[in-house]
């Protein structure tokens, strides 16, 4: 009778167990449809299956159906575990990448390089300049504690030439900015002879986008950032691809927009400027001058630096891209003409590249668009989304999305319970390259000015398929 009694309270402790373990399974699923709902459910009814025939063995005579039912709860539970684990690891992992809304500018507190100031100390009560097309709202109570008489420029540079004019002892400036000017590589270097005597981080949110959802198509710029380090930072933006994506067709048009591409940022009151310096104002002011640009409206940006694109493509395991021409970069290697298989720093090197190439800027983006579209391939695969939540945390801080956890959650739901290829289309629009006032620089800078009849067939083609 004993034998019995302890025998009913072990079933009845593995019921009272498995009961909890598929609570705490529809818990999770509630609260992020990860799966489509058909695999979630049929899932839970296979463990309850399992989990009951082992039961029912336990009532068995002979000694090996016993062991064997033993073996079936001991299976439902790992299962239930495994698939907690697996929502609770993918809801983190969307989180470090999604619902990033928050945008952080780094200043600094300049002097001129000849000056003998040597720290913000030596600037309390003196002037001290600050630029109106950088000021963040949060910028001067951050500056109150330093005690500074604040001055003010319409712009930038206007602050750097009032400092160089002495009428200003100091400068608050966009770090990002000062990187620019003082980039010998793009030909931009104005050696104004700076000294950075403290960097002050400010950040402020990002104005929310519309929902989207798999039923409808949605438009995503795709930003790649020339820095290193934490995404969140504002810097230049060297890759401009707007996404257009028709999930229910299961079609993706790239469209690749050159970095010199001269055309008026949404601040700067109809004055050009490159494409890539929009990114030092931050994402908003890109993405509000891609839109200007095409006449459409952006539902979400996602945006990349050189760690996260490095990253991300190492954690997916390489990818195998095309190449349209065979060349060399230095310290990397060979690139073929045709397919290449590429690890991250190698994948960085081909969408970098650009001397290589007679069209250089617009190859530089084709590479890029084609470089996309092997990581969209693989990642639309059903071995990599299942197993997304552990790419995504690999790049923790080095890519970002304004799109919600929930918003990615069911895209990937719906590839999961759509599959099959898409159909991804690329385009590049071009220009004529020549030396054109900037708004950012004020004076002449390389530039290309936008081929009409390019900007035209981008604009119809995007109508076309967000209309299919």
């Known amino acids: 009778m004993k034998t019995k009694r302890w025998h009913a309270t072990i079933l009845g402790a593995c019921v009272f167990v498995m009961g909890l373990l598929v609570a705490c399974l529809i818990y999770q699923m509630t609260r992020i449809s990860i799966l489509p709902v058909t695999y979630s459910v049929a899932g839970i009814l ?28 001991v299976i439902s539970f790992a299962s239930c575990a495994e698939g907690i684990y697996l929502y609770e690891n993918s809801i983190k992992a969307l989180n470090t990448i999604a619902n990033q809304d928050v945008e952080t500018t780094t200043y600094g507190v300049y002097v001129l390089e000849s000056t003998k100031v040597s720290s913000t100390n030596d600037l309390q009560g003196k002037m001290v300049g600050v630029s109106t097309d950088m000021l963040h709202e949060e910028l001067p109570e951050a500056l109150v504690a330093y005690n500074f008489n604040l001055k003010s420029y319409n712009s930038q540079l206007a602050l750097v030439e009032g400092l160089i004019k002495k009428e ?6 966009s770090t990002s900015y000062v990187s620019m000017l003082e980039d010998d590589a793009t030909g931009e270097n104005l050696e104004v002879g700076l000294k950075l005597l403290e ?45 257009v994506v028709n999930p229910g067709t ?10 010199d591409y001269y055309v008026p940022l949404s601040i700067s009151n109809g004055v050009k400027d490159k494409l890539t310096h929009a990114g030092i104002y931050g994402t908003e002011v890109s993405e509000d001058t891609m839109e200007m640009l095409y006449d459409i409206n952006i539902d979400h940006y996602f945006k990349v630096n050189f760690s996260g694109f490095e990253g991300l493509i190492n ?70 989304l ?22 990615i959650a069911d895209l990937v739901a719906y590839q999961l319970s759509n599959p099959g290829e898409w159909n991804i289309e690329k385009m590049s629009v071009g220009g004529k390259g020549e030396h054109n006032n900037v708004y950012s620089l004020s004076r002449r800078a390389y530039v290309m000015v936008p081929n009409e009849e390019d900007i035209n067939n981008a604009k119809e083609r995007i109508e076309e398929i967000m209309n299919e």
């Open 46 to 73: 296979l463990i309850l299956i399992i989990f009951l025939i082992g039961i029912l063995l336990q009532f068995r005579k002979k000694i090996i159906l016993k062991v064997l039912g033993i073996g079936l709860i």
């Open 168 to 173: 200003c002892e100091g400068a608050i400036l």
């Open 199 to 243: 960097e002050i981080n400010v950040s402020k949110v990002v104005e929310a986008s519309q929902p989207v959802t798999p039923e409808k198509p949605f438009i995503v710029y795709i930003s790649g950032k020339d820095t290193w380090g934490h995404i969140s930072v504002t810097s230049r933006s060297d890759v401009n691809v707007l996404a």
């Open 250 to 259: 299961k079609h993706l048009l790239l469209v690749s927009t050159p970095r």
């Open 315 to 384: 954690a997916m395991g390489g990818i195998t891209v095309w190449s349209d021409y065979a060349f060399d970069v230095e310290n990397i290697g060979h690139f073929s003409k045709g397919e290449n298989h590429l690890n991250g720093l190698q994948a960085l090197a081909f969408v970098r590249e650009r001397h290589s190439f007679a069209r250089g800027d617009v190859q530089r983006g084709e590479n890029q668009m084609n470089v996309i579209q092997s990581v969209v391939q693989k990642m639309t695969s059903k071995s990599t």
């Open 386 to 407: 299942m197993n997304y939540g552990d790419i995504l945390k690999e790049c923790d801080g080095t890519f970002a999305t304004d799109f919600t956890t929930e918003e």
